[in-house]
T-cell receptor, first 114, second 115 residues
Framework: NAGVTQTPKFRVLKTGQSMTLLCAQDMNHEYMYWYRQDPGMGLRLIHYSVGEGTTAKGEVPDGYNVSRLKKQNFLLGLESAAPSQTSVYFC?????????????FGPGTRLTVT | AQKITQTQPGMFVQEKEAVTLDCTYDTSDQSYGLFWYKQPSSGEMIFLIYQGSYDEQNATEGRYSLNFQKARKSANLVISASQLGDSAMYFCAMREQNRDDKIIFGKGTRLHILP
């Protein structure tokens, strides 16, 4: 069981470039989330999905898009990267319902936009 | 609006002492849940403990316990017999019912355990 994996681990982009971050989970979880972590800010929710084919906005969605074409994958896209998007990005997943409320996190992706 | 407040940006504690990390929250919901996550310097997020608002007993997991005071809206994390490996950033977080299990995080407390 790999749990939650994120690709890539590190990336440097120039302003205006685009990229996609991939999150994959092998726990058959229905719910998946993308967060960003900035110094002194904790984690903030960007977008999330409660099932295959569904997505919804979180607290800080501007400048990002997401897709959940397969249950096990959740993609986060940056169409035109900006320096303000320099951050560490975490993906998380959880099982639906009240069996457990724990979110399982991936190892993170450190993105620098110059 | 829901909010998590962690007022201690940093703490220094002697090894083997008990540690209390403060967390207060604000919500208008009756049903909610509170988490603590640990983030060591390696960066991963590690789930420590969860407390539901209707749970009658305080949650415990090994050396971790959550001191839940509903009337005060506080959910402090207590680490007994601290170890050097407890040095990390600690985040308090809250889940509100019927909001797709989204959780909001506090800004964290950096804990340093001194040998």
């Amino acid at each position: 069981n790999a749990g939650v994996t994120q690709t890539p681990k590190f990336r440097v982009l120039k302003t205006g470039q685009s990229m996609t971050l991939l999150c994959a989970q092998d726990m058959n979880h229905e719910y998946m989330y993308w967060y960003r972590q900035d110094p002194g800010m904790g984690l903030r929710l960007i977008h999330y999905s409660v099932g295959e084919g569904t997505t919804a906005k979180g607290e800080v969605p501007d400048g990002y898009n997401v897709s959940r074409l397969k249950k096990q994958n959740f993609l986060l896209g940056l169409e035109s990267a900006a320096p303000s998007q320099t951050s560490v990005y975490f993906c998380a997943s959880k099982i639906a319902g009240a069996v457990s409320y724990e979110q399982y996190f991936g190892p993170g992706t450190r993105l620098t936009v110059t | 609006a829901q909010k998590i407040t962690q007022t201690q940006p940093g703490m220094f504690v002697q090894e083997k002492e008990a540690v209390t990390l403060d967390c207060t929250y604000d919500t208008s919901d009756q049903s909610y849940g509170l988490f603590w996550y640990k983030q060591p310097s390696s960066g991963e997020m590690i789930f420590l403990i969860y407390q539901g608002s209707y749970d009658e007993q305080n949650a415990t997991e090994g050396r971790y316990s959550l001191n839940f005071q509903k009337a005060r809206k506080s959910a402090n994390l207590v680490i007994s017999a601290s170890q050097l490996g407890d040095s990390a950033m600690y985040f308090c977080a809250m889940r509100e019912q019927n909001r797709d299990d989204k959780i909001i995080f506090g800004k964290g407390t950096r804990l340093h355990i001194l040998p």
